[in-house]
């Protein structure tokens, strides 16, 4: 089982490694795509039987080149996102924790799912997990608008048609649910809407509904199908004048440095009595996957309790609670604000500190060969 982890880790590697390569060889046949390329890895290129001069200023060959450099410079950041066993291309800071602001924590993991070289840590107050140094803003930004969707999803250019219809499946029960809370003809707007199948979703029944991505090749196509209602950009670049009934954060405020900073924001593009709906991964559920949880784009892990923690402090109280991390909020205080950090901290000391992470996940994983197993032979 860890060989065959190891492969499908090593696979992912290789595939990168093989869109270098017919990059590389695409650079190479174009005018001056040689000299560009071998500038770009580090190598001398000289023409036969020529002396270069240490004097002599030469010629560009290629006007383009320094777009060639910065096209080869990402294709290679973007491999290291994928090869096991070493460092993410970051350099990161130090913060206390993202959603009580508490100094003291805990190391828990150094790897993440992909054997990459992740450092994750426990905050000691409330029990998030979180990316520790974690990525500075520009880093996140950089992440998500070049290197995300490809890394996790593969897409060059525009999604993958078998993504755009489950996420097409997702968003029509999604609306269903949202429509319940909602007046006829409400504002609407999705905060990291992806592809746009949710905001799709909601224009057809009759919601005015609207939405902002910040990576380029998702946002773009939702762009391009639904047009002004689309904007391409990050949360902290988008101003909205007329304000919403409903904001929804599908899957979203896991991959945001400063969550409480995010959840202001939408309080400002939200009506007095408008609903906020938060849905995050739940680092609680079972069977616990220990550093199967942990990658590069989340850079934080909540359960329960230390989601309800975050929303308190900007001063939002659950409406309705979905599931575990699915809940509805409003204005107003959380009624049991006072015990959110000591409830969420016993939830996360019990699946990553009394047992390892790396434990859990060898465990979580046995549990689904086992799985698998049982339903051949059945």
């Given at each position: 089982m860890i060989l065959s982890d190891l492969s499908k880790h090593c696979l992912r590697a290789s595939t990168i490694a093989n869109r270098l390569q017919t990059a590389a060889d695409g650079y190479?046949?174009?005018p001056g795509g040689g000299h560009c390329l071998s500038q770009a890895i580090g190598r001398r290129q000289s023409l036969p039987g020529q002396r270069r001069s240490a004097n002599r200023p030469r010629a560009d060959p290629n006007p383009g080149r320094d777009d060639r450099h910065a096209s080869v410079a990402n294709l290679i950041r973007t491999a290291r996102h994928l090869i096991p066993l070493t460092r993410h291309p970051y350099r990161g800071e130090a913060v206390?924790?993202?959603?009580?602001?508490?100094?003291?924590?805990r190391a828990v993991a150094s790897l993440d799912r992909g054997w990459k070289r992740l450092p994750t840590a426990m905050c000691a107050t409330c029990g998030l997990l979180y990316t520790n140094p974690m990525p500075t803003d520009a880093e996140l930004a950089r992440f998500y608008r070049e290197d995300y969707r490809f890394t996790y999803q593969g897409a060059i250019g525009k999604p993958w048609s078998r993504h755009v219809r489950k996420r097409e499946r997702e968003a029509v029960g999604r609306a269903v649910q949202m429509a319940s809370l909602l007046a006829p003809g409400a504002r609407v707007l999705d905060f990291g809407c992806g592809s746009g199948e949710f905001v799709s979703a909601?224009?057809?029944?009759?919601f005015d509904a609207h939405g902002f991505e910040p990576g380029e090749t998702y946002g773009s196509s939702a762009e391009t199908r639904?047009?002004?209602r689309i904007t391409v950009a990050g949360w902290s670049d988008v101003a909205y004048e007329a304000p919403f009934d409903l904001i929804t954060a599908f899957q979203v405020i896991e991959h945001l440095r400063d969550p409480l900073q995010a959840l202001r924001a939408m309080l400002g593009w939200l009506a007095p009595a408008g609903r906020l709906y938060l849905e995050v991964p739940n680092l609680a559920e079972r069977p616990c996957k220990g550093i199967g949880w942990f990658h590069f784009a989340h850079v934080l892990g909540f359960n329960h309790w230390n989601l309800r923690l975050a929303a308190a402090r900007v001063g939002l109280r659950p409406v309705s609670v979905i599931a575990p991390t699915q809940i509805v909020f409003e204005r107003g205080e959380d009624p049991e604000a006072a015990e959110l950090a000591a409830k969420g901290l016993a939830l996360a000391r019990a699946d990553f500190l009394y047992t390892s992470p790396m434990r859990?996940?060898?465990?979580?994983?046995?549990?689904?060969?086992?799985?698998?197993?049982?339903?051949?032979s059945g």
């Amino acid at each position: 089982m860890i060989l065959s982890d190891l492969s499908k880790h090593c696979l992912r590697a290789s595939t990168i490694a093989n869109r270098l390569q017919t990059a590389a060889d695409g650079y190479k046949a174009s005018p001056g795509g040689g000299h560009c390329l071998s500038q770009a890895i580090g190598r001398r290129q000289s023409l036969p039987g020529q002396r270069r001069s240490a004097n002599r200023p030469r010629a560009d060959p290629n006007p383009g080149r320094d777009d060639r450099h910065a096209s080869v410079a990402n294709l290679i950041r973007t491999a290291r996102h994928l090869i096991p066993l070493t460092r993410h291309p970051y350099r990161g800071e130090a913060v206390d924790c993202p959603a009580c602001g508490g100094g003291e924590r805990r190391a828990v993991a150094s790897l993440d799912r992909g054997w990459k070289r992740l450092p994750t840590a426990m905050c000691a107050t409330c029990g998030l997990l979180y990316t520790n140094p974690m990525p500075t803003d520009a880093e996140l930004a950089r992440f998500y608008r070049e290197d995300y969707r490809f890394t996790y999803q593969g897409a060059i250019g525009k999604p993958w048609s078998r993504h755009v219809r489950k996420r097409e499946r997702e968003a029509v029960g999604r609306a269903v649910q949202m429509a319940s809370l909602l007046a006829p003809g409400a504002r609407v707007l999705d905060f990291g809407c992806g592809s746009g199948e949710f905001v799709s979703a909601m224009l057809a029944r009759d919601f005015d509904a609207h939405g902002f991505e910040p990576g380029e090749t998702y946002g773009s196509s939702a762009e391009t199908r639904l047009g002004r209602r689309i904007t391409v950009a990050g949360w902290s670049d988008v101003a909205y004048e007329a304000p919403f009934d409903l904001i929804t954060a599908f899957q979203v405020i896991e991959h945001l440095r400063d969550p409480l900073q995010a959840l202001r924001a939408m309080l400002g593009w939200l009506a007095p009595a408008g609903r906020l709906y938060l849905e995050v991964p739940n680092l609680a559920e079972r069977p616990c996957k220990g550093i199967g949880w942990f990658h590069f784009a989340h850079v934080l892990g909540f359960n329960h309790w230390n989601l309800r923690l975050a929303a308190a402090r900007v001063g939002l109280r659950p409406v309705s609670v979905i599931a575990p991390t699915q809940i509805v909020f409003e204005r107003g205080e959380d009624p049991e604000a006072a015990e959110l950090a000591a409830k969420g901290l016993a939830l996360a000391r019990a699946d990553f500190l009394y047992t390892s992470p790396m434990r859990r996940y060898w465990q979580y994983r046995w549990g689904k060969l086992r799985g698998r197993r049982h339903a051949v032979s059945g």
